[in-house]
């Protein structure tokens, strides 16, 4: 069985930056190898190299731009990206969001790099559409709850089995992530449960006195 993947996004939170980020990255490569999950982070960019040859943990970028080398100052190239050691990256999360053809555009510059795309989605309606683009995740996250405490496992399971469907009707191969409010082991189970194969979830780990001992609760009961 291939295990869930627990994708923490360490956004630009004071507490995800410099040292603090590799105490997330210590502690998550430690829980990984005692558990036998997966967890991976997504830093911020000047963060991807250290992380990825330091830790033994997948690292994933938090956006690419779909552009191809050139004249593209502040743009964040995906071979740059693929260079310094990511093994995916995220695509229009909630935070950064993109037109239909941007994502598509980031998703094929991300295949064609070998890169592991994560197309971050706010209901089963976009998450279909999401799949039809071929990513190897989708993460279906309602904006109301990121951040907000109250788990997206638990306000609207509904959304995530919708979702769940949605992506297998057009595209079995795409995986399902879910997040927003992930905060607990339970969370995490009823995810899985629903048929997700992982959660992507960042305050309740960055954010942590403890980030291990979340990170040891989050994969508890799988």
């Not at 830093?43 to 830790?55: A, K």
């Not at 260079?83 to 695509?91: D, E, N, P, Q």
């Not at 799949?131 to 309602?142: G, N, R, S, T």
């Amino acid at each position: 069985m291939v295990s869930p993947l627990i994708l923490v996004n360490l956004k630009t939170y004071q507490e995800g930056m410099g040292s603090n980020a590799h105490r997330i990255a210590a502690a998550a490569e430690t829980v990984a190898r005692e558990s036998g999950v997966v967890i991976g982070i997504a830093p911020v960019f000047t963060e991807i190299h250290p992380m990825s040859h330091h830790y033994a943990i997948p690292v994933y970028a938090q956006h690419i731009d779909a552009i191809a080398p050139g004249a593209h100052t502040g743009h964040i190239l995906p071979e740059a990206v693929r260079a310094a050691g990511a093994r995916g990256t995220l695509i229009n999360h909630s935070e950064h969001r993109l037109t239909l053809a941007d994502i598509d555009a980031c998703v094929r510059a991300a295949q064609r790099l070998h890169l592991e795309s994560v197309v971050c989605t706010n209901n089963d309606a976009t998450s279909a559409a999401a799949a039809a683009l071929h990513p190897d995740y989708v993460a279906i996250e309602p904006p109301e709850l990121i951040g907000s405490g109250v788990s997206v496992s638990k306000a609207d399971p509904g959304i995530i089995e919708r979702s769940v469907n949605a992506v297998r009707a057009v595209n079995p191969e795409t995986k399902v992530l879910t997040g927003a409010g992930i905060q607990s082991g339970e969370c995490v189970k009823i995810a899985v449960d629903l048929g997700t194969c992982g959660v992507l979830l960042a305050s309740s780990v960055v954010k942590a006195d403890d980030p291990e001992a979340v990170l040891r609760d989050l994969v508890s009961l799988l």
